[in-house]
């Protein structure tokens, strides 16, 4: 099997959740995602402990703040040797530079993360845009234009719908990257999520990784979940 670009959403609470998890795997090299609900409660040792593993991590904690803080924040979170990290794009451009900065002072090897942004929150619309953030482009508009910035400001690229994907690449090419949750099989139930589109969709699509959640994780069988999306995002 080639690397995989499939990021295992880990939305667990306890690390004891995780090994019982990750154990169904046995010796396979996952991508997973620690998000904010596992990083706050199980915190650096839970990194260490999937690292140990042979695992990729992209550790998902979306910083937003002024670009002191977040050039200083990143250059500890490189420190953890994790592969991927994010940030919020609505920082602004020159909070996108600092986190570059930060993980290039702080890398432990010769490889800073990458570092990728939300752009618009899949929790946010048009009319939340228009009357609570003053914003009053179309959301597509919004979408490419902080993607635009984030590109502008080094970084590798975005977190995004797989819908949004193509255009994105059509614009800023294919090596910035597009990393889209929201993927379901055919048969699994939608959840809170609003558009989804399934592994080999999102393959047409263009998306670089996805990231896949529940129908892994809470799949009767989730290896046998995870070779379903494997086969159909990655081929083999
Ligand atoms: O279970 P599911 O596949 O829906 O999980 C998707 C993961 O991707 C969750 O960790 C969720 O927080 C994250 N995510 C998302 N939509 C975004 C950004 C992140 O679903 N726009």
Redesign the pocket.
Same mark, same amino acid.
């Given at each position: 099997m080639n690397e995989s670009r499939i990021c295992i959403?880990l939305?667990f609470q306890t690390k004891e959740e995780v090994e019982e998890f990750l154990k169904k795997f046995g010796d396979e090299k996952l991508y997973v995602?620690v998000?904010m609900e596992l990083f706050y409660g199980t915190g650096i040792e839970m990194i260490k402990t999937i690292k140990e593993m042979g695992h990729k991590i992209f550790l998902?904690l979306k910083l937003h703040d002024i670009p002191n803080t977040v050039k200083s924040a990143m250059k500890q979170l490189a420190k953890l040797d994790v592969d991927i990290v994010n940030v919020h794009a609505s920082g602004s451009i020159a909070m996108m530079k600092a986190a570059i900065e930060g993980l290039e002072e702080g890398k432990s090897t010769d490889k800073r993360p990458l570092c990728i942004a939300?752009t618009c929150?899949?929790?946010l619309d048009q009319e939340v845009l228009d009357n609570e953030l003053l914003i009053h482009e179309e959301l597509p508009e919004v979408v490419l234009k902080w993607a635009e910035n984030a590109k502008e400001a080094g970084l590798d690229g975005v *977190?995004?719908?797989p819908l949004e994907s193509k255009i994105i690449h059509d614009h800023l090419g294919l090596d910035f990257l597009t990393v889209t949750?929201?993927?379901?099989l055919v048969d699994d139930s939608v959840?809170?999520?609003k558009r989804v589109t399934t592994p080999a969709m999102a393959k047409e699509l263009t998306s670089s990784y996805i990231? *896949?959640?529940?129908?892994?994780?809470?799949a009767e069988d989730p290896l046998a979940a995870y070779r379903e999306v494997y086969k159909q995002f990655q081929g083999e």
């Open positions: 959403a939305d995602k998000g998902d939300v929150l899949t929790s *977190v995004c719908s949750p929201g993927i379901r959840n809170d999520q990231v *896949v959640g529940r129908t892994i994780t809470r």
